[in-house]
């Protein structure tokens, strides 16, 4: 998922100062600091055994059957080119998914559903490179078939086997370190459940070491059984090597604070980790770009600015699936004009100015259900019973069928399949007004469908909490987007859209 994920300790100068000189600057020591990125060996191991379980599934697999049917079912060249081509695409599909992603803590379902939907993608790929090269009368359905499921039992079996060993098992005694964390804040809060919530780490929380008064909210804790000191016990207790690992996670804004127990930890042996409170700000689609060892924090982003790759695979999804759409309602879509032009007069097509991506005005077509077309500064949403909605029209609304004309938009490309529905240009301008980070919704392009549909947020807006909580799936839906959430919220819109009463 686009989270940010600090796994390593931000290297701070132990300047006095606030500014660094040019002698500073231009020093070794200081040209030298940089930033590295987490890489873990375990990764490293999992992607191989990865690799070996979709080659020798596929090998198991023509050996399994080639013992009931020796003479049909033999290994050759053919299928050991496809064992490769699918091991590649695999951990293509796996990398692109962060499988092998270090983010610790996560739950063992999000992991599966990364590893099967990684190896569901992979297979598709195959179904289209099977088609392209005319090659599927050269093999067996039964072995690929065979394949598929061998292959995503043990990828399962073995990522949730390797869940329980590394991240649920405890450690043994010996491998106990005590953590201690430096400021009783929400943050350092939030570190210890995740110490709890990961034995496997082998840390044991010693307590919280803050001198700063309980005043104005500024101490997150008071409980005494935690609290164990102030800093200069800190600084007693690190020196007497009572404490292994040490979490500053003071507020940014005690820079100089900050910097002066850094310095005199560095008298110690402790492990010491600075925790920047980036969750004080609302990250919309958070990355940690390097520059050269240099972190940069995205704090107000889209998915596809550092992604190139996720750009392309979202316009070719798009592309794709509405060219396929297109061609199975092309039919009903003529049933559907036709019943728009003789329920009412007035235009088949109602085209509608919305803001697209990075707040642009597009032009989004729909069905005419309605004896008005408002288009201006002041456009009335739909209510239950609108005396403007005819019979046919809310036939139309009630099963999206006005909708269709979108997948037009789609492959124009000013619209996706799955993103923040857009609102009419006058209700933008309204509720940007009322809603905090409203617009950050158009950092992406608008929808057909979205996660805030698929979960119950569809139909008027009459309160501002609707639309508070239509724009907090919005912005959801961007942080965590991917290529599989995206598929997700398609599968669950085919139900949804059947069984939805707010649809009027």
């Keep these: 998922m686009n989270s940010i994920e600090s796994n390593t300790p931000t290297s701070i100068p132990l300047s006095e100062s606030h500014a660094f000189d040019q002698n500073a600057a231009n020093s070794p020591m200081y040209s030298s600091t940089m930033v590295r990125p987490h890489q873990t060996k375990q990764q490293a191991l999992v992607r191989v055994v990865d690799s070996c379980i979709v080659l020798l599934s596929l090998w198991l697999s023509v050996l399994a059957l080639n013992k009931y049917w020796p003479t049909q079912y033999d290994w050759n060249d053919l299928y050991m080119t496809y064992g490769f081509i699918g091991l590649l695409v695999f951990q293509f599909f796996a990398e692109y998914n962060e499988v092998y992603s270090s983010w610790r803590g996560s739950k063992l379902s999000n992991q599966l559903f990364r590893i099967i939907g990684s190896w569901m993608l992979t297979l598709a790929a195959m179904l289209v490179l099977f088609f392209f090269t005319q090659t599927a009368v050269d093999t067996s359905r039964l072995i690929i078939a065979t394949w598929s499921v061998a292959a995503m039992f043990l990828l399962v079996t ?40 990961m034995p496997a780490l082998g840390y044991k929380f010693a307590g919280y070491y803050d001198d700063r008064k309980d005043d104005d909210g500024r101490c997150f804790l008071t409980d005494n059984k935690t609290m164990q000191g102030n800093l200069e016990q800190l600084f007693e207790d690190a020196q007497a090597g009572k404490l292994d690992v040490i979490y500053v996670t003071l507020p940014m804004a005690a820079e100089k604070r900050v910097r002066e127990i850094l310095d005199k930890l560095g008298n110690t042996t402790a492990t010491v980790f600075y925790v920047p409170d980036l969750f004080a700000f609302n990250l919309i689609s958070s990355r940690c770009v390097m520059m050269q060892g240099i972190p940069c924090f995205s704090i107000y982003g889209s998915p596809f600015d550092q992604e190139p790759l996720d750009s392309m695979l979202k316009r070719f999804e798009d592309i794709v699936l509405s060219s396929i759409i297109l061609c199975l309602i092309a ?61 046919y029209g809310a036939f139309l609304r009630r099963y999206s069928l006005d909708e269709l004309p979108q997948f037009i938009n789609v492959l124009q490309g000013c619209m996706s399949i799955v993103g923040p529905r857009p609102h009419a240009v006058s209700h933008n301008e309204q509720y940007r007004k009322e809603i905090s980070q409203y617009m950050l919704r158009h950092k992406v392009k608008p929808g057909i469908t979205g996660l805030a549909q698929v979960n119950g947020c569809r139909g008027e807006t009459d309160t501002l909490d609707k639309m508070e909580r239509r724009v907090v799936y919005d912005l959801r839906f961007i942080q965590n987007w991917s290529l599989l959430l995206d598929l997700k919220i398609i599968f669950l819109t085919i139900f949804k859209v059947f069984h939805d009463p707010d649809a009027y």
């Design 158 to 197: 073995f990522h949730a086997s390797y869940y329980y060993l590394a991240r649920v098992a405890s450690p043994a005694e010996k491998n106990t370190l005590k953590v201690g964390i430096v400021g009783a804040t929400s943050l350092g809060h939030r570190l210890v459940e995740s110490f709890a919530s």
């Design 331 to 391: 039919l009903p879509m003529l049933f559907v004009a036709i019943g728009v032009k003789l329920s009412s007069p007035g235009p088949i097509i109602f085209r509608q100015k919305r803001y697209g991506a990075d707040g642009s005005e597009i032009n989004v077509w729909k069905f005419r259900t309605m004896s008005v077309c408002e288009n201006g500064a002041k456009v009335t949403q739909a209510t239950r019973n609108d005396p403007r909605i005819k019979p």
